[in-house]
């Protein structure tokens, strides 16, 4: 049918334009300082408290000069650490 192959276009145009939007990417960073918390992403940049959120378990490890593990939420206005590494 001519409608099936409409339909799977149209699928494949959803599925790129969500792969396109990057919903989440992993990233690592070095802890620069605790209080108040800077993450350092390469060398160029640094994200500070107002930008990362820390789950239980990072909060628990996190020092200064750490590695960390982090997500960025979709648009890339926040980050998540995860874990420490």
Excluded: H, W
């Excluded at 990057?22 to 500070?48: A, W, Y």
């Amino acid at each position: 049918m001519p409608n099936d192959s409409l339909i799977q276009l149209i699928k494949r145009i959803a599925v790129s334009a969500v792969e396109a939007s990057k919903p989440c990417n992993t990233f690592t960073g070095k802890v620069r300082d605790v209080s108040p918390l800077e993450v350092s992403i390469g060398q160029k940049m640094v994200l500070d408290d107002e930008f990362i959120t820390l789950t239980s378990t990072a909060r628990e490890k996190i020092k200064k000069g750490s590695n960390v593990l982090m997500l960025r939420q979709a648009g890339g206005q926040k980050y998540v650490i995860i874990d420490t590494l």
